[in-house]
């Protein structure tokens, strides 16, 4: 029995006993019953379902939690094929695989997909699968005129694929857990230079020291970036998001670790300077302390954005990129509702909902690894509570649910959805397997035992028990109360193994618990159009549509109502707008309107420029690129510009032209050149993921089958000098 002092500690809870044999959420009733063979019987509002007798079993006072846990096994079997298939590769013809399929709707297998799910626990239970599926993404160059090397696949998307998408390095979070294969260690290493190498070249900004591309997974460009991106995603191709750059971090650890193992000291020292660096620079741009929260992505000019995203801030604390008191109050503030916490903040007001307005139980998985991280209890139960309710309400671990009620699809118009909405998603359900092993039971990635069970899940899962058992195929663990409770979290006291069973008498501490952030607003304002900039005496009359802020170059200026006057600088002077709610909720920038002197260099290639005067110039292009939509593909261009002047060292810039509609302007790079300095340039092909093997098998659009393909029509260049204090940005 509990001591009187411990049940009076928890008698306070009442909701979370309510948990033991089902839950009801928005008039949904929701029951678990276990049966004489073992096997469960889930019966929610729109049938029910029977789970067979699991092969790994917990052992609580939760037939519900016990039976979810069933329930996610028997989804990874339904997820474990021999097969997989997409309509956009080998014609939508079966593809030899022993592997996981991505989910019931998504039957093939996605980079980030699995990495992530590998990482939130899946090694563990089949790592021949694991490392199988990512073996899969991993591809050797098919155009012999390309630099060869074996490198991790960007998936088709955003503008053609990389290096609008810059994630593939989240591979690495998945195979650093299945290094005890020789052979598979040895491609991941050498996966690991070649793709940090890559992304080092094209997609790395030496001024801001960051990675560019587009956020991890939020990848559907206006449910996260605004609106006008939908059809012009250059601006994302030149922005810096916060979650693929802790990605590169990790995987730059990762490179560290590995070159060391194999005596290398001169690389793993590179890699190790690096990733230091690429940590300081994280942490000098994307945190707003105003907000106390780190920025989900920021313009290439180093804009603030007023958004943020939950699976970026989870890894930002998880990777020790936030640390101390930041990784603290960076969660903390990160708003949350009853149903869950969203994967970005705040919603968009003028979208469905998808990524928008949604909860995605992989992203509660990482927030609960965040939250043990920085032991803050309410947020551990709260994703644990999230990820068991959407998994009972709808009889499978579903792809993601509307925010506000957690339904797996909602009628709001032409805002319904989620738009898509999966059984059996494989991240969400390794999302599971992560809220028993690591937020329940504490099992750490190294095998020990560490818990941090707040105590207000202990009537669910204890009830009048005095311990609870995980049981493994390769071990046991068993949680025992303490006799008494002053605390609101239990963690782990004495331990004993015994062969393959771990005992943890667990302990009762109290720690400040941040209360959740339940008071945010949902929408942020609609961006505001582009402002309207006109010659003004000495300088422009910017017209805006109402109050907005004003940024130039990147840098917040005072709010105006309707008209201001700007006055003339010296160089490029681009404007951008935002709105802001009551609150001073910020929007979502405008497109911008750029004025100054810009020179137009056209003709055949190498062109000739003289500068001006000694400086730093910004260069870009005019082109067009109609080899895909704007939503997927492999063919975005990616050009070298080679820039030489006189009496300076040669310059490499990287230059992406994604698929456009229409003619659009290029991403943009800088370079310093002399006064009356004659320069000449020249572009040479770089690389795009058309040049990888595996895409010889993607016949969904161009760069595929038909093989590689690095073009676009590109038509003036043009130049404009920098301010000085905008650097070489």
């Known amino acids: 029995m509990l001591s009187l002092v411990l049940a009076a500690a928890l008698a306070a809870n009442t909701t979370a006993t309510t948990w033991q044999n089902g839950l009801d959420w928005h008039g949904a009733h929701v029951n678990m019953t276990a049966d004489a063979n073992k096997g469960y019987t889930l019966a929610w509002a729109y049938g029910q379902r029977v789970i067979p007798a699991p092969p790994m079993r917990a052992d609580t006072a939760s037939p519900l939690f016990d039976g979810l846990f069933a329930m996610a096994q028997d989804d990874l079997t339904q997820d474990s094929v021999t097969a997989i298939r997409d309509g956009a590769f080998d014609h939508g013809q079966p593809i030899p695989c022993l592997c996981f399929e991505t989910g019931l709707k998504w039957p093939y297998v996605w980079t980030r997909d699995l990495s992530y799910s590998i990482d939130l626990g899946l090694w563990r239970f089949d790592p021949e699968r694991s490392r199988n599926g990512l073996a899969f993404k991993l591809s050797e160059v098919r155009d012999p005129s390309a630099p060869q090397g074996l490198l991790v696949m960007q998936d088709t998307g955003s503008g053609g694929s990389w290096p609008i998408s810059t994630d593939r390095v989240v591979w690495f979070l998945g195979a650093q857990h299945l290094l005890g294969d020789k052979a598979f260690a040895d491609n991941t290493y050498r996966a690991i230079g070649n793709t940090l190498a890559q992304d080092r070249l094209y997609a790395f900004d030496d001024a801001l020291g960051l990675y560019r591309g587009e956020t991890s997974f939020l990848d559907w460009r206006e449910q996260t970036y605004p609106a006008w991106t939908a059809d012009n995603v250059v601006a994302i191709a030149q922005s810096f998001a916060l979650s693929t750059n802790v990605l590169h971090y990790q995987a730059l650890q990762l490179a560290a670790t590995m070159a060391k193992a194999r005596h290398d000291g001169k690389m793993a020292d590179g890699f190790r300077k690096q990733a230091a660096s690429l940590k300081t620079a994280i942490n000098a741009h994307f945190w707003r302390a105003d907000r106390g929260m ?182 046991s663990i068993t949680l025992q109360l303490p006799k008494t409770s002053s605390g609101n979290l239990l963690i782990a006291g004495r331990s004993n193994t015994t062969g393959k069973d771990t005992v943890v008498q667990l302990k009762s501490v109290h720690v400040n618990d941040s209360p959740l952030r339940m008071d945010a607003s949902l929408n942020a304002p609609i961006a505001p159009a582009a402002p309207e900039l006109q010659p003004d005496g000495d300088g422009w009359r910017v017209q805006v549509d109402g109050k907005a802020q004003l940024y130039v170059n ?91 002047c006189a009496g300076s060292d040669d310059q490499r810039l990287p230059i992406v032209l994604p698929h456009s509609v229409g003619m659009q302007r290029s991403t943009w790079a800088t370079f310093n050149a002399k006064a009356n300095a004659a320069c000449h340039f020249n572009v040479e092909d770089g690389f795009n993921m058309s040049y990888l093997a595996h895409f010889a098998h993607f016949t969904g659009g161009a760069g595929g089958s038909d093989g590689p393909l690095n073009k676009a029509d590109v038509h003036d260049m043009l130049i404009s000098p920098l301010e000085a204090e905008h650097g070489s940005r």
């Open 294 to 475: 780190y920025m989900s992505y920021i313009g290439g000019d180093g804009a603030p954005n007023d958004t943020y995203d939950l699976l970026g801030i989870a890894l930002a604390v998880t990777s020790g990129v936030a640390d101390g008191e930041r990784a603290k109050q960076t969660l903390a503030n990160y708003p949350t509702w009853p149903a869950g916490s969203p994967v970005i903040w705040p919603e968009r007001a003028d979208q469905p909902i998808y990524h928008n307005r949604a909860i995605w139980p992989f992203v509660s998985a990482y927030a609960l690894r965040a939250a043990r991280t920085v032991n803050d209890p309410a947020r551990i139960a709260h994703e644990i509570q999230s990820v068991m309710r959407g998994a009972a309400l709808y009889g499978s671990n579903m792809e993601n649910y509307e925010l506000l009620t957690q339904g797996q699809h909602v009628d709001d118009g032409a805002l319904s959805g989620p738009v898509v909405n999966s059984p059996r998603q494989l991240w969400s359900v390794a999302a599971y397997f992560a809220v028993v092993t690591e937020g329940v039971f504490g099992l750490d990635e190294d095998g020990r035992v560490q818990p941090k069970l707040p105590t207000s899940l202990v009537p669910m899962l204890f009830g009048t028990r005095q311990s609870i058992t995980l049981t493994l195929r390769d071990r």
């Open 554 to 644: 990147g840098r917040a200026q005072s709010a105006v109502v309707d008209t201001t006057h700007l006055a003339h600088r010296a160089g490029l002077t681009c404007v951008s707008a935002t709105r802001a709610d009551p609150h001073g909720l910020e929007s979502l920038h405008s497109p911008e309107t750029c004025v100054g002197d810009t020179a137009t260099v056209g003709g055949d290639w190498p062109r000739a420029w003289t500068a001006p005067t000694t400086g730093s110039y910004r260069v870009s292009f005019d082109y067009a690129n109609d080899h895909g939509p704007i939503t997927t593909g492999v063919t975005a261009g990616v050009k070298m510009l080679v820039v030489q």
